[in-house]
């Protein structure tokens, strides 16, 4: 099942999520529903506060190539365990920030803890987009956003405009 997605500003995307205590049915089909949604959308990521629930579940996927075989990913509870010193520019965007573009320097390379849908301990490394889209989730977990990692006023600037589309957006 699809959900909606929230757009920035938006009070539930600032929030502290809360640690998934079991996993339950519902919880796996919350997982589902958010890679569904995620590919539908379509991005590379999505957080469980993105479609209003505040507990601590990303997904992701960040294969791009057209062709290659989808690599889905599951977490529960993640937790960047080291991160190196070197760091990276991404341009990023969030699906709960429309058509909105900045770059944003994070470790090039992190260590990340899980826990996956059979509830097993996982631990993994990630470079590259890898690296920065699952930093760019679990921000939104800790109620951060990348316009967050941004000078004020270019974050300020956009988060006017997404003010504005939606106003026109409930206008339509
Ligand atoms: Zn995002």
Not at 13 to 35: F, H, N, T, Y
Request: hydrophobic content about 35%; aromatic content about 6%; overall charge negative.
């Amino acid at each position: 099942m699809i959900r909606p997605i929230l757009i920035h500003p938006d009070p539930r995307l600032k929030k502290q999520c809360d640690p998934v205590e079991d996993l339950s049915d519902a919880r796996r089909k919350l997982a589902k529903d958010m890679l569904e949604t995620m590919y539908d959308a379509p991005g590379i990521g999505l957080a469980a506060p993105q479609i209003g629930v505040l507990e601590r579940l990303i997904t992701l996927d960040c294969v791009k190539e057209q062709g290659e075989a989808p690599a889905p990913l599951v977490m529960f509870n993640p937790e960047i365990l080291s991160a190196s010193g070197d760091t990276n520019v991404y341009e990023e965007g969030c699906l709960s920030i429309p058509e909105q573009y900045a770059e944003v320097t994070r470790p090039k390379e992190v260590r990340v803890g899980w826990i996956d849908m059979d509830g097993n301990p996982q631990e993994r490394d990630f470079d590259g987009l890898w690296a920065t889209c699952v930093q760019h989730e679990i921000d939104h977990l800790n109620g951060t956003l990348f316009i967050d990692h941004l000078k004020p006023l270019k974050r300020q600037m956009i988060t006017r405009k997404m003010v504005k589309f939606k106003r026109e957006r409930s206008r339509a």
